[in-house]
């Protein structure tokens, strides 16, 4: 990524956490539209979009909110609802501009930017679509009004509270339990006040033997949350506990304001009691004639048994409790407003947390990896626990210090066991440990390397995507299949892939594939199919994009590239193969028409670049009149390689050993010189090209008779050439490093390697020294 | 250190909570559902827990009842979105001892949480 700003960490979160959600959305929903069958993503969608919406209202994300909202609903009928016959289509549309608004708007979230204003549009367009179900279903209404489930029976209403047959209030004798009053308020703002009444009397129900609290009704009753924004809310009641845990616990009486903690003494809280039930004197029966109470061991204490200490409220005097004595006395309709005015919770968030150090990161799957060698691997099932799954996610440089730190490792146990020291030793035990040592090694450098590896399948999902979305737009019949999604690659190469195969296959759509017309007039029976595939393969990564459309036709490229000046020799001269690399070439576009997705002429030499960037080649195949093929192939990262150290005076290069055949010394009558005065060997009855390394590095050395150095054979993609350098300094595994971006590419260098004493070497590439 | 663990299936419900209370010095454990909740709860003895109710698998609610009967002491913070009148009832009848609803702000839960500890 480039300059992305950086984002506070809870955005950060936010937005990585909704781009995989979202990604896996995209995922489920297409897969059901091409099975025809919603039932089983329904479950995940729903909670997909249950999450989003919780989520982006913590952000206080309105628009994505409403939107997830409303798809939530809609997904939450359909699961619900067994007779309804949705219309996948819709749906998927619909489903699919969500996520496209949401994509858009995490997009401009990244950029620092406000996410996008709220889709009235498509919001408006869900909500009808499901009235339309609900409509059609009206006589399974019973389904739609669910949530009406709730027992009735929990009405329990708080006039006095049971008695638990708890010790601390039945076992102390009398003369300990005291009466208080309790009054407060709730914060501004804070919701559902009714509700948090109700979680203060039931937290301290088992404490009390009995109490009551104004307003009587307020679980069942809205009109209570008025009633308590504007007069507060009292309770009454009487305890064993002391008055210390009395006030602990109204002190975790969240958003309360002006909490008033009162003892009243038991006359006042009898009269209190009385009057609050209507009645003369509280008794047994009286009581139990209370509908609807639920007192399951009525020992209401009598006011006669107490022995009641004087305790007039006046004896008590608590900074944080405005003392009024009148308080108890008067009626209970008129609550003395004891509370002082709230004041307005100036909340400032506070958004500069630590921001991390990398705005990516990428995740690690705790299991087994997926090898393309022939060791033993662990590998073992992900489990598929939907959108749960085993992941932590680490943060690149890590791993990047990860990567080294391994490299380096594989470098000095290299030096460890090629130690001079030892050329001429025979160590036994010592060759064995080695050995174990090596195994080792090599396992951890496999699996570190593919710590960056990643499935293809989520650039892949995308390619689907496009796909669909253009074939409608220029309506044309296509099946696009995919094979290997699951082929792993490294990260860098997931992100870069992405545009150029987008390039190619809209080229496909667009060029490739003809009209529906057009190909029955051609008697092409078979439907129009396009495949992009992935594999592993020696060690490189191959993805092609295949198609049976209408091919390209060289005749046409050769006839532009004369246009335009581009022969070098006679047109018969090309091989086809050579002509479809014009296609690279920035500005060649055969297309008289530019279309909307293609035929600009700028796009497939960007794609040849992106693919170079990768360390890639990419390869057209094609047959006029049957279909195309657009290959690319990607070497694994390769942080480490075997590679031959060669000297040309005093710079040192490394070739790959898998290009070297085999090197040997030259002797003069081997080599010949050719008419245009080009060096050449015969080698078993075989010219090949001499390259000389210090002619093409431009190098100063002593060493220019072609018997004093050393030939080495050097073969890549079928070309041979015999490169000549000073001398063979041997084999070395070294960490490639690349060039940096400032230094100026050069053909046939591939990158550069720290040899174990501190001197740099540079790697050559086999592909850059054989076509001359 | 207070321990505080937090209950939610939405990682960034889980995170972002992280967050918030480690700034405030407290230690925090991540559950992602019911089962999680009650295991951890028993291995860690957290001083608090925020528990979303609104979770799939075993609810929220039942997490409560669970861990209440482990530990009838045990602080549980409700956290849900608007709308859910009945299950916060039913969450502070199984124990709860307070609820926070979504979207709320940092020093609203903060309060919420501090005032339990």
Same mark, same amino acid.
């Given at each position: 990524?480039?300059?992305?700003?950086?984002? !506070?960490?809870?955005?950060?979160?936010?937005?990585?956490?909704?781009?995989?959600?979202?990604?896996?959305?995209?995922?489920?929903?297409?897969?059901?539209?091409?099975?025809?069958?919603?039932?089983?993503?329904?479950?995940?969608?729903?909670?997909?979009?249950?999450?989003?919406?919780?989520?982006?209202?913590?952000? @206080?994300?309105?628009?994505?909110?409403?939107?997830?909202?409303?798809?939530?609903?809609?997904?939450?009928?359909?699961?619900?609802?067994?007779?309804?016959?949705?219309?996948?289509?819709?749906?998927?549309?619909?489903?699919?501009?969500?996520?496209?608004?949401?994509?858009?708007?995490?997009?401009?979230?990244?950029?620092?930017?406000?996410?996008?204003?709220?889709?009235?549009?498509?919001?408006?367009?869900?909500?009808?679509? #499901?009235?339309?179900?609900?409509?059609?279903?009206?006589?399974?209404?019973?389904?739609?009004?669910?949530?009406?489930?709730?027992?009735?029976?929990?009405?329990?209403?708080?006039?006095?509270?049971?008695?638990?047959?708890?010790?601390?209030?039945?076992?102390?004798?009398?003369?300990?339990?005291?009466?208080?009053?309790?009054?407060?308020?709730?914060?501004?703002?804070?919701?559902?006040?009714?509700?948090?009444?109700?979680?203060?009397?039931?937290?301290?129900?088992?404490?009390?033997?009995?109490?009551?609290?104004?307003?009587?009704?307020?679980?069942?009753?809205?009109?209570?949350?008025?009633?308590?924004?504007?007069?507060?809310?009292?309770?009454?009641?009487?305890?064993?506990?002391?008055?210390?845990?009395?006030?602990?616990?109204?002190?975790?009486?969240?958003?309360?304001?002006?909490?008033?903690?009162?003892?009243?003494?038991?006359?006042?809280?009898?009269?209190?009691?009385?009057?609050?039930?209507?009645?003369?004197?509280?008794?047994?029966?009286?009581?139990?004639?209370?509908?609807?109470?639920?007192?399951?061991?009525?020992?209401?204490?009598?006011?006669?048994?107490?022995?009641?200490?004087?305790?007039?409220?006046?004896?008590?005097?608590?900074?944080?409790?405005?003392?009024?004595?009148?308080?108890?006395?008067?009626?209970?309709?008129?609550?003395?407003?004891?509370?002082?005015?709230?004041?307005?919770?100036?909340?400032?968030?506070?958004?500069?947390?630590?921001?991390?150090?990398?705005?990516?990161?990428?995740?690690?799957?705790?299991?087994?990896?997926?090898?393309?060698?022939?060791?033993?691997?662990?590998?073992?099932?992900? !489990?598929?626990?939907?959108?749960?799954?085993?992941?932590?996610?680490?943060?690149?440089?890590?791993?990047?210090?990860?990567?080294?730190?391994?490299?380096?490792?594989?470098?000095?146990?290299?030096?460890?066991?090629?130690?001079?020291?030892?050329?001429?030793?025979?160590?036994?035990?010592?060759?064995?440990?080695?050995?174990?040592?090596?195994?080792?090694?090599?396992?951890?450098?496999?699996?570190?390397?593919?710590?960056?590896?990643?499935?293809?399948?989520?650039?892949?999902?995308? @390619?689907?995507?496009?796909?669909?979305?253009?074939?409608?737009?220029?309506?044309?019949?296509?099946?696009?299949?995919?094979?290997?999604?699951?082929?792993?690659?490294?990260?860098?190469?997931?992100?870069?892939?992405?545009?150029?195969?987008?390039?190619?296959?809209?080229?496909?759509?667009?060029?490739?594939?003809?009209?529906?017309?057009?190909?029955?007039?051609?008697?092409?029976?078979?439907?129009?199919?396009?495949?992009?595939?992935?594999?592993?393969?020696?060690?490189?990564?191959?993805?092609?994009?295949?198609?049976?459309?209408?091919?390209?036709?060289?005749?046409?490229?050769?006839?532009?590239?004369?246009?335009?000046?581009?022969?070098?020799?006679?047109?018969?001269?090309?091989?086809?193969?050579?002509?479809?690399?014009?296609?690279?070439?920035?500005?060649?576009?055969?297309?008289?028409?530019?279309?909307?997705?293609?035929?600009?002429?700028?796009?497939?030499?960007?794609?040849?670049?992106?693919? %170079?960037?990768?360390?890639?080649?990419?390869?057209?195949?094609?047959?006029?009149?049957?279909?195309?093929?657009?290959?690319?192939?990607?070497?694994?990262?390769?942080?480490?390689?075997?590679? @031959?150290?060669?000297?040309?005076?005093?710079?040192?290069?490394?070739?790959?050993?898998?290009?070297?055949?085999?090197?040997?010394?030259?002797?003069?009558?081997?080599?010949?010189?050719?008419?245009?005065?080009?060096?050449?060997?015969?080698?078993?009855?075989?010219?090949?090209?001499?390259?000389?390394?210090?002619?093409?590095?431009?190098?100063?050395?002593?060493?220019?008779?072609?018997?004093?150095?050393?030939?080495?054979?050097?073969?890549?993609?079928?070309?041979?050439? #015999?490169?000549?350098?000073?001398?063979?300094?041997?084999?070395?595994?070294?960490?490639?490093?690349?060039?940096?971006?400032?230094?100026?590419?050069?053909?046939?260098?591939?990158?550069?390697?720290?040899?174990?004493?501190?001197?740099?070497?540079?790697?050559?590439?086999?592909?850059?020294?054989?076509?001359? | 250190?207070?321990?505080?663990?937090?209950?939610?299936?939405? %990682?960034?419900?889980?995170?972002?909570?992280?967050?918030?209370?480690?700034?405030?010095?407290?230690?925090?454990?991540?559950?992602?559902?019911?089962?999680?909740?009650?295991?951890?709860?028993?291995?860690?003895?957290?001083?608090?827990?925020?528990?979303?109710?609104?979770?799939?698998?075993?609810?929220?609610?039942?997490?409560?009842? %669970?861990?209440?009967?482990?530990?009838?002491?045990?602080?549980?913070?409700?956290?849900?979105?608007?709308?859910?009148?009945?299950?916060?009832?039913?969450?502070?009848?199984?124990?709860?001892?307070?609820?926070?609803?979504?979207?709320?702000?940092?020093?609203?839960?903060?309060?919420?949480?501090?005032?339990?500890?």
């Amino acid at each position: 990524m480039t300059d992305t700003p950086k984002l !506070e960490p809870m955005l950060e979160m936010y937005v990585y956490e909704t781009i995989q959600l979202i990604d896996r959305l995209e995922q489920l929903i297409m897969d059901s539209e091409v099975s025809g069958d919603l039932s089983e993503g329904m479950e995940e969608i729903f909670r997909i979009m249950h999450t989003i919406k919780g989520n982006s209202m913590m952000m @206080m994300f309105e628009g994505i909110a409403e939107l997830g909202h409303v798809t939530e609903d809609l997904f939450d009928y359909l699961r619900k609802t067994e007779s309804v016959q949705p219309d996948y289509e819709k749906i998927t549309d619909l489903v699919l501009d969500g996520i496209d608004h949401i994509k858009t708007s995490v997009h401009q979230l990244q950029e620092g930017d406000d996410p996008l204003e709220k889709p009235e549009g498509l919001i408006d367009e869900i909500k009808e679509y #499901l009235d339309s179900l609900t409509f059609m279903n009206l006589d399974d209404a019973t389904i739609a009004e669910d949530e009406k489930d709730e027992s009735d029976q929990d009405k329990q209403k708080y006039y006095i509270a049971p008695v638990k047959g708890d010790e601390k209030t039945t076992s102390k004798p009398p003369e300990t339990l005291r009466a208080y009053e309790v009054v407060f308020r709730f914060s501004e703002g804070c919701e559902m006040e009714n509700i948090r009444a109700f979680s203060v009397v039931h937290g301290f129900k088992d404490n009390s033997v009995d109490m009551l609290h104004i307003p009587k009704e307020i679980v069942e009753d809205e009109n209570a949350i008025d009633e308590i924004k504007q007069n507060g809310f009292k309770m009454l009641f009487r305890t064993g506990d002391s008055d210390e845990s009395v006030r602990a616990y109204f002190d975790t009486v969240a958003f309360s304001e002006g909490m008033s903690i009162n003892l009243m003494s038991n006359e006042d809280y009898d009269r209190a009691l009385r009057t609050y039930l209507g009645l003369d004197d509280v008794s047994e029966d009286a009581v139990e004639a209370l509908e609807q109470s639920e007192i399951i061991e009525p020992e209401i204490i009598e006011p006669e048994t107490i022995e009641a200490e004087s305790m007039k409220p006046d004896a008590f005097v608590d900074e944080n409790v405005q003392v009024e004595s009148d308080a108890v006395s008067t009626p209970m309709e008129d609550l003395p407003s004891q509370v002082a005015d709230t004041i307005e919770n100036e909340i400032g968030k506070d958004k500069q947390g630590e921001n991390l150090d990398e705005n990516q990161k990428i995740d690690v799957e705790k299991q087994g990896i997926q090898k393309s060698t022939d060791k033993k691997t662990k590998k073992s099932k992900p !489990e598929v626990k939907s959108s749960a799954q085993n992941y932590i996610s680490v943060g690149i440089p890590k791993v990047d210090k990860l990567m080294d730190l391994v490299g380096e490792l594989v470098v000095s146990e290299s030096m460890v066991t090629r130690n001079p020291d030892l050329v001429d030793v025979q160590l036994e035990n010592f060759d064995k440990a080695v050995r174990q040592h090596r195994i080792i090694i090599n396992e951890l450098q496999d699996i570190v390397m593919s710590i960056r590896m990643m499935p293809l399948a989520m650039t892949f999902q995308k @390619m689907n995507r496009l796909v669909r979305d253009m074939k409608k737009k220029v309506g044309k019949d296509i099946d696009f299949e995919l094979r290997g999604q699951e082929t792993e690659v490294d990260k860098n190469v997931i992100e870069q892939i992405g545009d150029p195969l987008m390039h190619i296959i809209r080229n496909s759509i667009d060029h490739g594939i003809e009209s529906n017309d057009l190909r029955e007039e051609r008697g092409k029976k078979e439907r129009a199919k396009i495949v992009l595939e992935a594999k592993h393969s020696g060690g490189d990564v191959w993805i092609t994009v295949k198609d049976n459309g209408q091919g390209i036709d060289p005749e046409k490229i050769l006839s532009k590239a004369e246009t335009r000046g581009l022969l070098l020799k006679p047109k018969e001269e090309y091989s086809d193969r050579e002509v479809y690399n014009f296609l690279f070439h920035s500005g060649f576009s055969t297309k008289e028409k530019v279309t909307e997705f293609s035929g600009r002429g700028v796009g497939l030499d960007v794609v040849a670049r992106n693919v %170079e960037a990768l360390g890639g080649t990419i390869i057209i195949d094609s047959e006029v009149g049957r279909g195309s093929e657009f290959a690319i192939r990607i070497p694994l990262t390769l942080a480490i390689i075997d590679g @031959m150290m060669m000297s040309v005076n005093k710079s040192i290069f490394v070739l790959p050993i898998t290009a070297i055949k085999e090197s040997f010394s030259a002797k003069e009558h081997d080599v010949i010189v050719d008419p245009e005065g080009n060096e050449m060997c015969m080698i078993r009855g075989v010219c090949y090209p001499i390259l000389r390394l210090h002619n093409r590095f431009e190098i100063n050395t002593e060493c220019r008779d072609i018997n004093d150095g050393i030939l080495i054979m050097t073969e890549y993609d079928g070309n041979v050439s #015999l490169l000549f350098a000073d001398a063979i300094l041997g084999e070395q595994q070294v960490v490639v490093k690349n060039l940096s971006s400032f230094l100026e590419k050069v053909d046939g260098i591939s990158g550069c390697a720290l040899l174990g004493d501190g001197r740099i070497s540079l790697i050559l590439d086999p592909a850059g020294l054989v076509n001359m | 250190m207070k321990k505080l663990l937090v209950v939610d299936d939405a %990682e960034f419900m889980r995170r972002s909570l992280k967050l918030i209370f480690e700034s405030e010095s407290f230690e925090v454990i991540e559950a992602e559902d019911g089962y999680a909740a009650v295991k951890l709860f028993k291995q860690h003895a957290p001083d608090v827990v925020t528990m979303d109710i609104n979770m799939p698998g075993k609810t929220g609610i039942e997490a409560i009842k %669970e861990i209440k009967a482990i530990d009838p002491s045990a602080k549980i913070i409700v956290v849900t979105a608007m709308g859910t009148e009945e299950m916060i009832r039913e969450s502070i009848q199984q124990g709860a001892s307070n609820f926070i609803i979504k979207p709320f702000e940092e020093d609203q839960i903060k309060e919420v949480v501090k005032k339990l500890v």
